[in-house]
């Protein structure tokens, strides 16, 4: 008796002993742990308050109605369902959301798909540069599209400057300024460069022999491509589909911008009103409502990419298809494609840094031009400063910089850390929660993310103060949000170098922090460099996750450019955007350059 | 330099798949010991956890009076103390480092001084032929240079315990023989204790000093080559070794051959599962001047050899011999069998002694 207690007492002492050399062995299990504490309260938190909230009654309304505060109750979940209100805080909203995501989406997709098929099969007038070039409207932030429109077609409804239009004589009619028809098309603008991508990458991997076996029976191109290349592309189709609509839906600038002087809500706006009316029950609530249509869109993506997993074409040779010959149809097409680059990526650009050199709007005398709104001490007409000296602007670009540099490098990090830690610890809890959880945020809209925080860290919880109105909220949630391109890439990086190198060094002696340092940091250099960049050119561009959470000191460049059109200072507002722009392209330019990657393959962010 | 010993290893990567079971077994000072087995049979497994790379579920590894690892007391050296060589199928060169970076990092881990690592490394350079590479990058190698600098790289703190996993097996066949007389070389200047996995039974058979046939995470037989080779302790052995394969009779499915057979090596057919004779041991002569009768059904000439099939009874045996054979196809032959070139395994697949 007494023995084999003995024994066993020795035998679990002996296995935890090996247990802990271990742990000590592997630092990685300890930044793994640490990794799942961090993270399930970042991501974890901010839902579970965002349910909670839905369900429990505010400190107002407890006042107002005599209930106690944070009791249960289904007031919200009434108010925005079936209240007297809720045609209008919801259900109107959300016609309007799925009309607009309907028609931008079906631009978009055709927009895309043809150019994409132009570009990278015909023999069309400049395809070499125009593969870059129609890339140009997603590095632009998406209100450069609505405010670039409003500059042009804005007409008397709504007070500050003529639009451009206007000053020639020509009152552009509501319809074509402002509502359903300018959003659906700015937003298929600014979104169809991740459909022409997609289809040009799907393009260039069918296999040519598909095509070639095809042509010895006799089909000519038209039947190849209705026959053979379509078909394939269906896979590729449905996702396009579906992040475009993902993407639409959770738009907050084009619909603010647009949509407002014609009083057309969509749920972003309508989500963004409540936040401003501070009716945080009403928040979560719609929050949650956005939250299960990308929930649904996902499940339907996983869905559709299994049953169609049959026509992933594998291999393909790389080698190129011949581009075919237009013939008559050369130049109009041409023409088309290029229209498309004015319309959607020159003509912004023109429109917005024209508005900002001319005094009068449309009056494009000589002596109208001038540098006043850049330059300018007090910009006539506003009592503002202009751009490059307004203090607000100066705080906004540092502020833009410090957030999303921050937030994109603790995102590099973060991410390539959660990749070594499911890389290295694969079959692990820790490997499959961190994988799991860092996915997480996915399923939000940055909008309902940004409820969800703004909610959690209004007041102090514990030992985390309360965040309201700083800088590190807004980094914070920028991290968090990112996180799921962030960790995949790194997932996808850790696995790529393969645990080899650094077992090699194990084996002549290196310990744990040599190896991260000498071998494995080098290594992933480029991968890190990537890392970080990605998540700052979305960051310099994100509006709709931050929008409801700055406060008056933390505005950002983006919503430093709505407080403008607030004001009616359109040409303030478009100098800011052209300046994210350009930070944007530099940002590019430099990813180019360092790492020889393009876009294309970061598009998640 | 010291034996290498293990006691009962047990690894298991979860699910019900046993990757090393059960293993025992010591590797003696100074042999260079082949382990050879087919894919997946826990040859990288076991090569891993001598070098610490992964922890066994159980079990001892001692080296010398050094206990790596011991499930028992629970001590366990880590891989940076181990002290060993270890090269990777892959090579895991660094990218990021030069040759010359690459090949002195054990030492650098040393802290040895700027002198010592150039010393170092004007020896291997030599040894190797690595003159010139100095400051070349492993992506500027060929596949070659790049293995000899990963032998250099090993052999730069000069281990006495060398774990090789698969070396060779991305090297096109002419520098893979010129490796294989290097690694030989090796052993015998440096002496020390050479683990070497490979699955390829050729190269066993000429580099070891001693071969450990794998089967299933377990360790089947370990023997000097050529007694691996004559007297294989198992049918998986027997099969394994040797190519073209040993012929098996069974000696239900084919009686006939199997009465013959047992008769010439005068043994009761019952107790015997399956024969074994290796296709070199047999010789084709005139018809019914053999053992037993048969028709020719295949000839491939090899260039050295000639491969001939011949069917006994609806049974196919594999000849090989370096005289053209005696009939074209279809024809009947003779088959003469050497009695102490046949193998008789019993019912658990283990060989019957001869008495
Ligand atoms: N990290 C791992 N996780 C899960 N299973 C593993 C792992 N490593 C090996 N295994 C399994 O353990 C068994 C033995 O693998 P091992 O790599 O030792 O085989 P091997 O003899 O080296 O084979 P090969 O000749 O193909 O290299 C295999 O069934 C393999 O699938
Ligand atoms: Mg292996």
């Given at each position: 008796m007494f023995t084999s207690n003995s024994t066993s007492q020795n035998s679990f002492l002996v296995s935890l002993k090996i247990k802990l050399s271990k742990l000590l062995l592997q630092p990685t299990f300890l930044i793994g742990v640490v990794l799942v504490i961090i993270l399930s309260y970042l991501v974890i938190a901010p839902i579970v308050s965002i349910f909670s909230n839905s369900v429990s009654l505010t400190m107002m309304d407890a006042m107002l109605s005599g209930g106690k505060d944070g009791e249960f109750t289904y007031k919200y979940v009434d108010r925005v369902f079936t209240s007297s209100i809720s045609e209008k805080i919801f259900w109107i909203p959300l016609k309007n959301s799925i009309t607009v995501s309907f028609f931008a989406t079906l631009i978009a997709l055709t927009l895309g798909l043809i150019l994409a098929s132009l570009v990278t099969s015909t023999n069309i007038l400049g395809r070499k540069y125009l593969g870059f070039l129609l890339i140009i409207p997603y590095m632009l932030p998406s209100q450069a599209m609505a405010t670039a429109w409003l500059t042009m077609f804005k007409n008397r409804k709504i007070s500050g400057p003529q639009g451009m239009l206007e000053s020639f004589g020509i009152t552009p009619p509501d319809w074509l300024a402002y509502g359903p028809l300018p959003i659906s098309i700015c937003m298929a603008l600014s979104y169809f460069p991740f459909a022409f991508l997609l289809f040009s990458s799907a393009l260039s991997k069918i296999d040519i022999q598909l095509e070639e076996?095809?042509?010895?029976?006799?089909?000519?191109?038209?039947?190849?491509?209705?026959?053979?290349?379509?078909?394939?592309?269906?896979?590729?189709?449905?996702?396009?589909?579906?992040l475009t609509v993902a993407r639409t839906l959770g738009t907050f600038a084009t619909p603010y911008?647009?949509?407002?002087?014609?009083?057309?809500?969509?749920?972003?706006?309508?989500?963004?009103?409540?936040?401003?009316?501070?009716?945080?029950?009403?928040?979560?609530?719609?929050?949650?409502?956005?939250?299960?249509?990308?929930?649904?869109?996902?499940?339907?993506?996983?869905?559709?990419?299994?049953?169609?997993?049959?026509?992933?074409?594998?291999?393909?040779?790389?080698i190129k298809r011949q581009p075919s010959k237009l013939g008559v149809f050369r130049m109009p097409t041409t023409i088309f494609a290029w229209i498309i680059f004015l319309i959607a990526a020159l003509g912004p650009f023109i429109v917005l840094a024209l508005s900002t050199l001319m005094r009068e709007p449309g009056n494009f005398s000589f002596s109208n031009f001038g540098l006043a709104y850049w330059t300018g001490v007090n910009v006539p007409g506003m009592d503002q400063p202009g751009i490059f000296t307004s203090p607000e602007v100066i705080t906004a670009l540092k502020n833009s910089f410090l957030i999303a540099g921050s937030a994109s490098i603790i995102c590099g990090v973060l991410g390539l850390l959660i990749g070594y830690a499911v890389v290295r610890l694969p079959g692990t809890l820790i490997s499959g929660?961190?994988?799991?959880?860092?996915?997480?945020?996915?399923?939000?809209?940055?909008?309902?993310?940004?409820?969800?925080?703004?909610?959690?860290?209004?007041?102090?919880?514990?030992?985390?103060?309360?965040?309201?109105?700083?800088?590190?909220?807004?980094?914070?949630?920028?991290?968090?949000?990112?996180?799921?391109?962030?960790?995949?890439?790194?997932?996808?990086?850790?696995?790529?170098?393969?645990?080899?190198?650094?077992?090699?060094?194990?084996v002549l002696g290196a310990g744990f922090w040599r190896r991260i340092t000498t071998i494995l940091a080098p290594l992933q250099k480029s991968a890190l460099i990537i890392a970080i960049i990605l998540p700052f050119i979305?960051?310099?561009?994100?509006?709709?996750?931050?929008?409801?959470?700055?406060?008056?000191?933390?505005?950002?460049?983006?919503?430093?450019?709505?407080?403008?059109?607030?004001?009616?200072?359109?040409?303030?507002?478009?100098?800011?955007?052209?300046?994210?722009?350009?930070v944007v392209m530099i940002s590019v330019f430099i990813l180019n350059r360092v790492t020889k990657t393009n876009l294309a393959s970061g598009l998640g962010g | 330099m010291s034996e290498i010993k293990l006691k009962s290893i047990i690894k298991n990567f979860g699910g019900n798949s046993i990757a090393v079971d059960n293993l025992s077994e010591t590797f003696p000072a100074g042999e260079f010991v082949c382990l050879l087995g087919p894919s997946g049979c826990g040859k990288t497994t076991t090569l891993r956890m001598i070098a610490g790379l992964e922890t066994p579920d159980s079990g001892e590894i001692f080296y010398g009076d050094k206990t790596f690892f011991s499930s028992k007391t629970g001590e366990l050296i880590k891989t940076e103390n181990r002290n060993l060589g270890l090269m990777f199928q892959s090579y895991a060169l660094w990218p990021h480092m030069t040759v010359y970076k690459n090949i002195v990092f054990g030492l650098e881990m040393q802290k040895k001084s700027l002198e010592e690592k150039d010393k170092r490394y004007l020896e291997l350079e030599k040894l190797f032929h690595l003159e010139n590479f100095r400051d070349r990058y492993p992506s500027e190698l060929s596949g070659g240079q790049q293995q000899r600098v990963a032998l250099a790289r090993m052999l730069a703190v000069k281990p006495s315990l060398l774990l090789l996993d698969e070396p060779l097996s991305n090297l096109d066949s002419n520098l893979r023989l010129e490796m294989r007389s290097e690694l030989k070389r090796l052993h015998h200047s440096l002496g020390c204790t050479i683990i070497f996995v490979t699955h390829d039974q050729m190269e066993a058979m000429t580099l070891a000093t001693s071969i450990a046939v794998m089967n299933e995470g377990k360790i089947e037989q370990i023997d000097k080559p050529m007694e691996i080779y004559n007297n294989p302790?198992?049918?998986?052995?027997?099969?394994?070794?040797?190519?073209?394969?040993?012929?098996?009779?069974n000696s239900k499915k084919d009686e006939k051959l199997a009465t013959c057979l047992s008769k010439k090596i005068n043994i009761e057919k019952e107790k015997v599962k399956n024969f074994g004779i290796r296709p070199e041991t047999m010789k084709m002569v005139k018809q019914d001047d053999g053992d037993i009768n048969g028709?020719?059904?295949?000839?491939?000439?090899?260039?050295?050899?000639?491969?001939?099939?011949?069917?006994?009874?609806?049974?196919?045996?594999?000849l090989i011999s370096s005289d053209p054979p005696i009939g074209k196809e279809n024809d009947t032959v003779g088959i003469f069998f050497k009695p102490e070139d046949c193998h008789s395994f019993d019912d658990n697949d283990l060989r019957i002694l001869k008495n």
């Open positions: 076996v095809a042509s010895t029976f006799g089909a000519k191109t038209k039947a190849i491509w209705s026959k053979i290349i379509l078909p394939l592309l269906i896979p590729t189709t449905m996702s396009v589909l579906l911008i647009l949509g407002t002087p014609a009083k057309y809500t969509l749920l972003s706006t309508s989500l963004y009103s409540s936040v401003r009316s501070n009716d945080s029950g009403v928040v979560a609530v719609i929050a949650i409502v956005l939250s299960l249509i990308g929930l649904m869109l996902l499940l339907v993506d996983i869905w559709v990419v299994r049953k169609w997993q049959r026509f992933v074409t594998v291999g393909g040779k790389g929660f961190l994988r799991q959880i860092s996915f997480l945020p996915y399923l939000m809209p940055g909008l309902a993310f940004a409820a969800a925080y703004l909610s959690l860290f209004a007041v102090a919880r514990g030992p985390i103060p309360a965040l309201y109105g700083s800088i590190s909220l807004l980094i914070l949630v920028m991290v968090v949000t990112y996180l799921p391109y962030a960790s995949r890439s790194g997932i996808s990086a850790m696995m790529q170098v393969g645990p080899e190198p650094e077992e090699a060094g194990m979305t960051g310099m561009k994100e509006l709709s996750l931050v929008v409801m959470l700055v406060t008056p000191g933390t505005e950002l460049l983006t919503t430093q450019s709505i407080r403008f059109l607030d004001f009616g200072y359109t040409q303030l507002a478009n100098a800011t955007i052209l300046i994210i722009g350009v | 302790k198992s049918l998986f052995v027997a099969k394994f070794v040797g190519s073209p394969q040993m012929n098996i009779v028709t020719i059904e295949t000839i491939q000439p090899t260039g050295a050899d000639w491969i001939v099939g011949v069917n006994v009874n609806g049974k196919s045996l594999f």
